[in-house]
T-cell receptor, first 114, second 117 residues
Framework: QQQVKQSPQSLIVQKGGISIINCAYE??????FPWYQQFPGKGPALLIA?????SEKKEGRFTISFNKSAKQFSLHIMDSQPGDSATYFC?????????????FGIGTKLQVIP | NAGVTQTPKFRVLKTGQSMTLLCAQD?????MYWYRQDPGMGLRLIHY???????AKGEVPDGYNVSRLKKQNFLLGLESAAPSQTSVYFC????????????????FGPGTRLTVL
């Protein structure tokens, strides 16, 4: 059972375009929603994260949009660059029952072509 | 700071063999985790530890054991390897206080690619 559903599994975007990755969750106990970026042969690294008390968080070219009522959140990469080519994972963790239990989406492989 | 390191980077086992993966962190983090990464499955939590001497089961614990004898080390053991355990294994660590800024940020190691024949 996939508690965090991520789409698409792969994405090709032209340089300068906007990359959008979507995630949906079911567990209303989730209260922390990070996005991790993983380059080939490396471990994931935290990119940006949001809590449900805000609807949007922006860090440079990366923005998380959060819709609590729809239980959906998305990552937008503005002005996508070839260096952004990586696999992106959305994730969620609860505020009770062990916040250490992070649930990850299946990942989106992003390719930004020149 | 080396961050999170994992040993070995690659390993090939035959079915039924045993091995131990070592994870070490130098950030004085209380919490440590073991994940496996498989195509189309994302990252799945195997076991985790909230402190020295403690361990707990994650989402996919069967076939694995762990130990946290020292705060900086977290070991993952496979007693009798099976082809289904072919995967990339990641260790991670984090602070213990979720209320701190960045308290839930997990720091990942570079991974161990394990093949079981």
């Amino acid at each position: 059972q996939q508690q965090v559903k991520q789409s698409p599994q792969s994405l090709i975007v032209q340089k300068g375009g906007i990359s959008i990755i979507n995630c949906a969750y079911e567990n209303t106990a989730f209260d922390y929603f990070p996005w991790y970026q993983q380059f080939p042969g490396k471990g994931p690294a935290l990119l940006i994260a949001i809590r449900p008390d805000v609807s949007e968080k922006k860090e440079g070219r990366f923005t998380i949009s959060f819709n609590k009522s729809a239980k959906q959140f998305s990552l937008h990469i503005m002005d996508s660059q070839p260096g952004d080519s990586a696999t992106y994972f959305c994730a969620a963790s609860p505020n009770s029952g062990g916040y250490q239990k992070v649930t990850f989406g299946i990942g989106t492989k992003l390719q930004v072509i020149p | 700071n080396a961050g999170v390191t994992q040993t070995p980077k690659f390993r090939v086992l035959k079915t039924g063999q045993s091995m131990t993966l070592l994870c070490a962190q130098d950030m004085n983090h209380e919490y440590m985790y073991w994940y496996r990464q498989d195509p189309g499955m994302g990252l799945r939590l195997i076991h985790y530890s909230v402190g020295e001497g403690t361990t707990a089961k994650g989402e996919v614990p069967d076939g694995y054991n762990v130990s946290r004898l020292k705060k900086q080390n977290f070991l993952l053991g496979l007693e009798s390897a099976a082809p289904s355990q072919t995967s990339v294994y990641f260790c991670a660590s984090s602070l213990s206080d979720s209320q701190l800024a960045g308290g839930r940020k997990q720091f990942f190691g570079p991974g161990t690619r394990l093949t079981v024949l």
